[in-house]
């Protein structure tokens, strides 16, 4: 049992201005939690930034920084060459960016840094929407799902993010999800330990744009995993795959059916989800099998 | 030292000698040569800051802005479409009152694609809380240099560097280089605030009311009336080390002028030129040039024209649908002198067409046998 004393210090404080049950919330507390005080914290327009509070109050106890949308990445780099031309090595600089400031907005940005091997830990708090702004769809809401400008369900696939920040060859990039707490906090601890550009791809349930009750998202984080439409995993220098969790492979619908944003969809189409799940998965699993 | 150099590289010197912590820039003609030149001082161990090769001048913009609240002196360099992408980045130095300077090298902005000099690309980021000062040639680039980032960090305000391309960029003169223990005493080591200290940890840049933002507004526009007292003072000092001046403005034989022409950058040096031979031919003209353009030295452009009724502006820019810019902000300017004004905008060398000492003559002559002053722009054609 954790006693007071071994109970580790959270670094986003109580009274922030997440909605109630946020899982974006709950996933920063866990990062920064494994990250530590001796960091530095950029965000920029997301949900991040907002529970990051308004002035003059910040949420969080670390020194933060609310950059523009689409340079989470160029301005970490900026922090981290800074930091060392002041001879300071051991301060991690971490971006929080949301799906559409990591996969639309500022894909350029972080391909940049990527590219460079900018010294930064990036972490992408994927909502699969602008819910920020309201439930708009990005290019990491997923096919068939219900945003606000997709009302009949999107006709787009969800962006590969992690082939693409796997094509760059960055020393770190990871998979994981608040349902798998210990598994999020080693990897961003992981992530700490290496040098160079750190990527983590963070799915987090939004209660109001999926549409599930207050205190559903660590259900549906868990679930995610579990039906392997969020496998969680790791990719060594770009090459080398590892799965940190092995799933139980559930049907997906186990998964669709907890949330509000899939009630429309028809037995084809939730077919055709499983069939897609599947075949990723089971790519994953060969690119693992390679990698080992 | 001196040295016979293009504007570009003298520019490049400068910037060496001034110890910028960080450097992020991305190529754009006629820019690339500032850019390249880094390149090549840093690859021989003679840059004491980092290059970030950025993959965008926007991301070049965000990277200086954070790297300066970090505490680094920053620099970039940039040029028309480039300084058009990094416009959000530009509000948001001056916001963020981060002393970035910039080189921006005026180059016209497409449609249609062209290389030649226009001011209407750093022009048209008046508004964004930039300081701006206007060079006449290589000399005044290096200088202006220095210039900036010690007013820059003083007031806390990014400051523009805007030079032309080609008749500056890459024209060569011979320019004068201070040693580096001089510069050292005119531009000591950067002493900015650390704003990521894990010790004290803060949020830069949340999210404020309405009051809070019109405060932060007001706030910076008090440091940009700051910045004319500190820009007059810091060119003093220059001059007093170095010993070249350039002041706010710079008005030549204005006094019982019948006209005073009214010029910006390389203009200006041709101006001179025509002056004297007007002046030579018992012509009453007057000359104006105006350095600083943000923040605007009504007072001092005031103090020089309130006596005068008939002026000329020649601008090597437009505001579509107005008139040329540098045209609009004299005549805002004056709009409370006591004596009345005839003022007459003339548009020459847009597109970065030469304006020759006898196009300038043809501009004073048009001035003064002119009836009536039109409130717009009089387009002067090349030769």
Redesign the interface.
């Known amino acids: 049992m954790t006693t007071m004393e071994e109970k580790p210090m959270d670094i986003l404080r109580p009274g922030h201005s997440a909605c109630p049950g946020c899982g974006s919330a709950m996933s920063m507390r866990m990062v920064l939690r494994a990250l530590g005080s001796r960091a530095v914290v950029v965000v920029v327009p997301s949900c991040v930034s907002i529970i990051a509070g308004p002035f003059p109050n910040a949420s969080a106890n670390v020194p933060m920084y609310h950059a523009a949308f689409e340079v989470a990445a160029a301005s970490a780099a900026g922090i981290s060459n800074a930091l060392k031309t002041q001879g300071i090595h051991d301060i991690p600089v971490l971006a929080f960016a949301g799906d559409g400031g990591t996969f639309d907005i500022g894909l350029q940005s972080l391909s940049g840094a990527a590219d460079r091997n900018e010294d930064i830990v990036y972490v992408c708090v994927d909502n699969e929407g602008y819910m920020n702004t309201g439930i708009q769809v990005s290019s990491a809401t997923p096919q068939h799902t219900w945003t606000g400008t997709t009302p009949t369900g999107n006709t787009r696939r969800k962006k590969q993010i992690m082939e693409i920040m796997a094509a760059h060859r960055i020393p770190y990039a990871a998979t994981a999800t608040a349902g798998f707490p210990e598994d999020l906090m080693e990897k961003v601890k992981r992530a700490k330990s290496v040098k160079g550009t750190r990527f983590i791809h963070l799915l987090s349930p939004c209660n109001t744009g999926w549409k599930i009750a207050e205190d559903m998202s660590p259900k549906t984080s868990f679930m995610a995993v579990e039906t392997n439409i969020f496998p969680l995993y790791e990719i060594i220098d770009g090459l080398h795959y590892r799965l940190t969790h092995k799933s139980s492979s559930q049907p997906v619908e186990a998964y669709l059916s907890l949330q509000g944003r899939y009630n429309h969809l028809s037995k084809e189409q939730i077919r055709a989800i499983q069939t897609e799940t599947d075949r990723a998965w089971k790519d994953l699993r060969q690119k693992c099998e390679r990698g080992s | 030292m001196s040295k016979f150099i293009t504007g570009n590289h003298a520019v490049a010197e400068a910037v060496r000698l001034s110890r910028p ?2 450097v ?1 820039a991305y190529p754009i003609t006629p820019q690339t040569p500032i850019y390249e030149k880094l390149s090549e001082t840093e690859a021989s161990g003679n840059l004491e ?2 290059m ?5 001048e ?3 913009m ?11 002196r920053t620099f970039t360099a940039t040029s028309s479409q480039g300084l058009a992408l990094m416009h ?2 530009l509000h ?1 130095a001056a916001g963020a009152r981060t002393p970035v300077v910039m080189a921006c090298v005026n180059r016209t902005l497409a449609l249609p694609w062209a290389f030649w000099s226009d001011q209407t690309d750093s022009l048209s980021q008046r508004d964004t809380g930039w300081i701006q000062l206007y060079v006449e040639n290589n000399q005044e680039a290096a200088d202006s240099i220095f210039q900036a980032f010690r007013i820059a960090e003083t007031v806390m305000l990014p400051c523009m560097v805007v030079l032309e391309a080609n008749f500056i960029s890459h024209f060569m003169e011979p320019v004068d280089f201070p040693e580096p223990e001089q510069v050292n005493r005119f531009l000591p080591a950067v002493s900015l605030p ?5 010790e004290n ?9 309405q009051k ?1 933002y019109r405060q932060f507004r007001q706030l910076s526009h008090e440091a940009m009336g700051l910045t004319l007292e500190t820009a007059e003072e810091v060119d003093r000092e220059f001059e007093a080390i170095f010993g070249r001046g350039y002041g706010l403005i710079e008005a030549v034989e204005t006094e019982n002028a019948d006209l005073v022409l009214v010029t910006s950058a390389t203009i200006t040096s041709t101006a001179r030129l025509a002056l004297k031979r007007l002046r030579a031919q018992g012509i009453r003209v007057g000359l104006l040039k105006i350095r600083l353009f943000r923040p605007f030295p009504t007072a001092a452009v005031r103090s020089v024209l309130d006596p005068v009724a008939t002026i000329a502006v020649i601008d090597r820019n437009i505001s579509l649908g107005r008139e040329g810019i540098f045209c609009s902000e004299l005549k805002a300017a004056l709009s409370n002198s006591p004596v009345r004004k005839r003022i007459q905008g003339y548009l020459a060398g847009i597109g970065g067409t030469d304006v020759d000492d006898v196009l300038i003559e043809k501009i004073v002559q048009d001035a003064l046998n002119r009836e009536t002053f039109s409130d717009g722009p009089v387009w002067m054609e090349e030769d």
């Open positions: 912590g960080i992020a800051g980092i970030m090769r950025m993959e965008s926007h991301s070049a965000a990277a200086c802005i954070s790297a300066s609240l970090t505490g680094a959000e980045m948001f650390r704003r990521f200290d894990v940890p803060g949020f830069v840049g949340a999210v404020v009311t809070q």
